[in-house]
C-alpha cells in the first residue's frame, strides 16, 4: 500500500511539474508575441454608411497558438453618447504565424438634422472604447483595454447659401442664381448630389434644380445654382430647401430663409 501511496505521490509531483513548467513556458512565450496596430481609417462603406477600419498585424513567434482572438470597439460622441459597436473574431493564429486582421465598424449616420448634422457640418471628435481578448495556448484568456480619440471631420463643413441674385429670361421667366460653397473635412473623397428647392413666402414652389458634386478631400466646393421661376411668382422673402444626397446618407431637407 506504502508503494502505491508513493506510486501516486510521483505521480501527482511530476503532474505539478509539467504544469508549472507549461504555464512558465505559456507566460514566457507570451513575450515573443508581438500587436501592432495601423492607421485607423474612415472611408464610404457600400452599404450606405461610414466604414471605420483599423488594421491589425499579429506576429505569433511564441510556442502555442492563440485561440479566439477577438476584438469590440464601441463608439460614443464628444458627451459620451453611444453611437455604435463592431466586433471581430479570429478563431486560430498558429504558432509561428502572422496574421493581418482588418477590424472594421460601420457608422450609420441618422438621416434627421437632430440627430446627423453634427457629424455632417460640425467637425468634432469620436471616443473609441476597445478590448482585446484571447485565449493562449489553449487554457489562459488573456484581456487588455483601452481608450482612444480620432478627430471627426464634417464633409460639408461651413455649408452656405449666398443671397440669391434674379436676372431676365424672357417676359414671363427670370433667373435665380444662388451660391452655394462648403469644405469637405473629411478624410475621405465625397461624392454625391445637391437639389435645392426654392419657395416664395406663401410656400409656392417657384423653381427647382440639381447638380452632381465631388469633392476630394480636404478641399472646397464653390458652385452656382441656376433656378427658372415665373416672374409673377416672386416675393421679396421666402425659404431654400437644400437636399443633401451622397452614398452613406440622404439627408432630411436643410430648410434656409432669405430675404
Same mark, same amino acid.
Given at each position: 500500500?506504502?508503494?502505491?501511496?508513493?506510486?501516486?505521490?510521483?505521480? %501527482?509531483?511530476? @503532474?505539478?511539474?509539467?504544469?508549472?513548467?507549461?504555464?512558465? &513556458?505559456?507566460?514566457?512565450? *507570451?513575450?515573443?508575441? #508581438?500587436?501592432? @496596430?495601423?492607421?485607423?481609417?474612415?472611408?464610404?462603406?457600400?452599404?450606405?454608411?461610414?466604414?471605420?477600419?483599423?488594421?491589425?498585424?499579429?506576429?505569433?513567434?511564441?510556442?502555442? !497558438?492563440?485561440?479566439?482572438?477577438?476584438?469590440?470597439?464601441?463608439?460614443?460622441? /464628444?458627451?459620451?453618447? @453611444?453611437? %455604435?459597436?463592431?466586433?471581430?473574431?479570429?478563431?486560430?493564429?498558429?504558432?509561428?504565424?502572422?496574421?493581418?486582421?482588418?477590424?472594421?465598424?460601420?457608422?450609420?449616420?441618422?438621416? &434627421?438634422?437632430?440627430?446627423?448634422?453634427?457629424?455632417? @457640418? +460640425?467637425? /468634432?471628435?469620436?471616443? *473609441?472604447?476597445?478590448? $482585446?481578448?484571447? =485565449?493562449?495556448?489553449?487554457?489562459?484568456?488573456?484581456?487588455? &483595454?483601452?481608450?482612444? /480619440?480620432?478627430?471627426?471631420?464634417?464633409?460639408?463643413?461651413?455649408?452656405?447659401?449666398?443671397?440669391?441674385?434674379?436676372?431676365?429670361? +424672357?417676359? %414671363?421667366?427670370?433667373?435665380?442664381?444662388?451660391?452655394?460653397?462648403?469644405?469637405?473635412?473629411?478624410?475621405?473623397?465625397?461624392?454625391?448630389?445637391?437639389?435645392?428647392?426654392?419657395? +416664395?413666402?406663401?410656400? $409656392?414652389?417657384?423653381?427647382?434644380?440639381?447638380?452632381?458634386?465631388?469633392?476630394? =478631400?480636404?478641399? !472646397?466646393?464653390?458652385? #452656382?445654382?441656376?433656378?427658372?421661376?415665373? &416672374?409673377? =411668382?416672386? %416675393? !421679396?422673402?421666402? =425659404?431654400?430647401?437644400v437636399y443633401l444626397l451622397t452614398p452613406f446618407l440622404d439627408?432630411?431637407?436643410?430648410?434656409?430663409?432669405?430675404?
Open positions: 500500500m506504502n508503494v502505491s501511496i508513493r506510486i501516486i505521490g510521483i505521480a %501527482t509531483m511530476f @503532474f505539478w511539474i509539467f504544469l508549472i513548467a507549461f504555464a512558465v &513556458s505559456a507566460v514566457y512565450s *507570451i513575450k515573443d508575441l #508581438q500587436f501592432d @496596430f495601423g492607421e485607423a481609417r474612415f472611408s464610404v462603406s457600400p452599404n450606405h454608411g461610414i466604414l471605420f477600419s483599423l488594421p491589425i498585424y499579429i506576429d505569433n513567434n511564441g510556442y502555442y !497558438s492563440i485561440d479566439s482572438f477577438n476584438i469590440t470597439t464601441e463608439f460614443s460622441d /464628444s458627451e459620451g453618447a @453611444f453611437i %455604435t459597436e463592431g466586433f471581430t473574431l479570429i478563431p486560430v493564429i498558429p504558432k509561428g504565424e502572422n496574421a493581418t486582421i482588418v477590424h472594421n465598424v460601420t457608422l450609420n449616420l441618422d438621416g &434627421s438634422l437632430e440627430g446627423g448634422q453634427q457629424y455632417l @457640418f +460640425n467637425d /468634432s471628435e469620436l471616443r *473609441i472604447a476597445t478590448s $482585446v481578448g484571447m =485565449r493562449f495556448a489553449e487554457v489562459f484568456p488573456v484581456e487588455a &483595454s483601452t481608450n482612444f /480619440s480620432l478627430p471627426w471631420g464634417a464633409p460639408f463643413y461651413n455649408f452656405m447659401l449666398g443671397e440669391p441674385e434674379y436676372s431676365g429670361f +424672357n417676359l %414671363t421667366h427670370q433667373i435665380v442664381t444662388v451660391p452655394l460653397s462648403f469644405e469637405n473635412h473629411a478624410s475621405f473623397d465625397l461624392t454625391g448630389e445637391i437639389q435645392l428647392k426654392i419657395y +416664395n413666402e406663401a410656400g $409656392v414652389l417657384l423653381g427647382e434644380n440639381q447638380a452632381a458634386f465631388e469633392v476630394l =478631400r480636404f478641399s !472646397s466646393y464653390n458652385g #452656382q445654382f441656376e433656378l427658372y421661376v415665373q &416672374s409673377a =411668382r416672386i %416675393t !421679396s422673402s421666402g =425659404r431654400f430647401e439627408c432630411e431637407p436643410l430648410v434656409i430663409p432669405y430675404g
